[in-house]
């Protein structure tokens, strides 16, 4: 991924989940550690797909992270509030599609920013499911921060 900063696409809702920076958070640099992030990154897309599908699209369907991609841009150090992670979905391909994540401080400057590459599964077979059309539409729902 490049270093540029990831923009939110007009006809993507961005899903805003507020970060907490635990002293456990902190490693030995005096900063958030990295493996911290990606659990961010996949604490946002659940968050996001939680308050947008009910319980039984959430029995019907389920997702697996294939891969993560992260920039680091700026340490966040103890005590830190106001932490935030912005997200958005991608194209569909198939069961797969990318969600991107940015990392924001209370100044909303970009700390990090991520994609992970989600696949649909059918909940009880564990097999890739074609992501449906109505389901995608939910994304495409700009609203204002969540």
């Known amino acids: 991924m490049a270093r540029a900063v990831l923009t939110p696409r007009e006809d993507r809702e961005v899903f805003v989940l507020p970060l ?3 002293p456990e958070h902190i490693d ?10 990606v659990g961010w990154l996949q604490d946002a897309g659940t968050a996001h797909w939680n ?10 369907w389920s997702w ?6 992260i920039d680091y841009l ?3 150090e103890p005590g830190a509030t106001g932490v935030v992670a912005r997200t958005l979905v991608g ?8 969600r991107y994540v940015r ?5 909303g400057r970009v700390c990090a920013q991520g994609v992970t590459e989600w696949v ?3 909940a009880a077979t564990l097999r890739p499911q074609r992501i449906p059309p109505a389901m995608l539409t939910v994304f495409e729902t700009t609203s204002a921060d969540s």
């Open 20 to 22: 907490e920076v635990r």
């Open 28 to 37: 030995a640099n005096g900063h958030v550690n990295n493996v911290v992030y």
């Open 51 to 60: 308050a947008r599908f009910s319980e039984d699209d959430r029995a019907r």
């Open 64 to 69: 697996v992270a294939t891969r993560h991609e």
């Open 74 to 76: 700026r340490g966040i």
């Open 91 to 98: 194209e569909p391909h198939g069961p797969r599609f990318n």
């Open 103 to 107: 990392i924001e401080d209370a100044q």
């Open 120 to 122: 649909l599964v059918d």
